[in-house]
């Protein structure tokens, strides 16, 4: 069996080493810094509201996992979670819908929730301001989770299980070999480890700096104190204090003013959110063993009571009974916060055998736990970890200023209403395209993507608005799906569809791949069979052993041992890398990023070719270039790959150059393309076309949940594949077993034609919460709004379902995919 070594005894250490034991793993150490009754890290003061609901499926469900453990984690009759629900407050009317969106997540991913009218909350908290509170979301299943016990408690019962635990033992380095761990420096000798997992909280970026990885969080002191007795409380029989369950009411979230509370016998606990951020570096704060008790550890700083102020202050007027209390006690309490507010898990690019669980809340802490393990035993989490993974960063994004700004931008935010579109103020202009200078001329309204400034319209489109034929005519949206969203989008698509429009795709990303290994690695690795002729495209999906789906790719074989992939994110390229590494030791292959070396043009629409052939002299026919062809050109003596294929569904190509000819090839294009009515276009308009024609996005509407049969990507399937690849004994089960899948991707339309939705909405049919959205747009081929959303298998063509999009059910039909062109007429043409 492996030897791991786990770095932190908190409770996703802890954690960790109870789910690897429950899989039949036993040479595990965990080594601790600090003393293992009280480690000292953020654990051991986290209050432990366990708040469930995120928009995000995987972080809920981490959440409603760690519950289940927590409860399930007893000593002597007692558990280590007190269920007394959560509910959430609104103070303003904005605050008021956003609860409502939010109890839309609770359905979507099968929480039980309430929203609340301004009177229940009183019944269910009756110490609220009256006059203050307009409504609120009441979660019975939420709680306080005892951390610190539960930490206690899981050291015992793994070490009973033969895991071994040292503790005052500080890591002081990672020893390695041929790109792989070998074990940990410890003071005195080593251990030896196979794996190594670093739960080392926000000392993470210590522990990366030993292996040369730039670790993308945090450290961020956040305010929590405790008032003196209440004096209405004093007295009151709790059912189990001893226990630590010393509170009755509902944890409580009062989110307009950055604040959260939970009782403590006869004292509140109040958190606070709305101070300036204050970043720490875990290496300047020491720690010795002694020196850790109840009020001196090292995630411990002084408490800052100016800070506290308005805090204080807000605190009196929600819950006027605390006006007789004082802060008793108060404290700077550090834990991680990282760019985008996710967690950090996975293991490094650089080095097998190193893996990371990082900035992860007691929230997620078992759930998290679970699905390392899960990975490590198995190769795969039932729950989709890519949002997590530590190799979803671009490599501008690990810079510690990047992930010192974003990161303390997230701390400010952390509580504020954000829209799924809301891009970040600053930093920006990290990554532009070599089309830049033009597209702002142009009037581009950019959005942010992997430190990419990416046109979503342009408002130079503007007035083609008033050319629009009436049944391209845009339809009015609401308030909140009309945010970075423009009318122009319409005419934009009116054009791609009838004319021709150039997008900007330079952002998505393009590996190369190439040496002598090269087709035996794509072989191996992908679905379909790559083994083709010098200037084809193929489809394919990246599968883990179990199935899933981690990625959909285009595979060009450009020459006998050159390809290049058109992927989704950076965990495709860490992927690719590694496994090249492994395939290196038999054969040569190199996998090298062109993404920022390359940009790429994708001219779309039915006079595409009158435009291309006013530039080239290169045969673009359909002979010349047939669908799915690749080849070498020469645009307006640009050199130039040109790749028959389409995001939006229409005839064209997707045209690449380096980056020196990038803004010679935009002018060309665009001045050849004027006079067939050619414009710039944006990815609003992009994501309208490519979700009519049924294009899934990886990440959004599919993941490693989910096999391609259910996904409906199966044409990435060869059946003629005749050698072995990753994922091809699970699908060959699962194609036999399951002919019916019990839930599928479908595409759904809006019946009243304007009722816009905009993803992870809950879908209902007879009342019931039966699925959720992934990605919507407006379908114009159809005029009526159209939705991606994964249902029950039973739930077929026709059949009528509602979404609910803040609290309104809008009525929608199942419907035959892709609702656009299904015969390929237009991208055949
Ligand atoms: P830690 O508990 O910090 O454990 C990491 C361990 O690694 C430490 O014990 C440390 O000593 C050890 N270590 C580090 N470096 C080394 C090394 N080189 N060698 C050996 N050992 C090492 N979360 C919620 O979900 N709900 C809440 O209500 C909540 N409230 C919070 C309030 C406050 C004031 C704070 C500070 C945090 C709060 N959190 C809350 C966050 C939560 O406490 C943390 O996210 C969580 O405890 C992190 O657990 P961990 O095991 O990853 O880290």
Redesign the pocket.
Known sequence: TQRVVI???????TNLADELVSRGWTDITV????PLHM????????????FQTTPSKTMTSFATYTIEKLLSIEKDGHNCFNQVGGLEVATTPARLEELKRKHGYTSSWGIDARLVSAEECLQIYPHLNKDMVLGGLHIPSDGLAL?ARATQLLIERTRNAGVKYLQS???TGIGRAAGRVTGVTIPGGTIPADIIVS?????GV??GAMVGLSIPLLPLA?Q?AKTTAVPSLVGRDLNDQINGKNAALPILRHQDQDLYYREHGDQYGI?YYGHRPMPIKASSLGLTSKNVDEMNMP?RLEFTAEDFDPAWRETKQLLPMLRDTEIADGFN????FTPDGGPIVGQAPNLDGFWVA?A????H?AGVARAVAEVLTTGRSQIDISECELSRFEEVQLSRPYIEETSAQNFVEIYDILHPLQPRESPRQLRTSPFYAREKELGAFFLELGGWERPFWYEANKELLNYLPANWKPVARDGWSAHYYSPIVAAEAWKTRNAVAMFDMTSFHRFEVSGPGALGLLQLLSTADVNTTPGTITYALLLNDQGGIRSDVFISRLEENLFQVGANTATDLAYLTREARRQNQKQFVQVREITGSTCCIGLWGPRARDVINEITTDDFSNKGLPYFGVKQALINGIPVTAFRKSYVGELGWEIQTTAEYGLRLWDTIFQAGRIHGLIAAGRAAFNALRLEKGYRIYGTDMNTEHNPYEAGVAHGIRASKWDDYVGKAALERISASEQKPARRLRCLAVIDGRSMVLGKEPVFYNGKAVGYVTSAAFGFTIRKPIAYAWLPGSLGEGAGVEIEYFGRRIKATVVAEPVYDPDNKRLLA
Do not use: K
């Open positions: 770095i932190g005894a908190g409770i996703v250490g080594v601790e810094q600090g480690p000292g890290g953020s654990t051991s003061h986290a209050p432990g509201l366990v951390a033992t500080p890591v739960c080392a909280g926000f000392w210590e522990l956040h929590y958190g995630s309490g550090i834990f991680s990082e992860v809340w007691v929230t802490s």
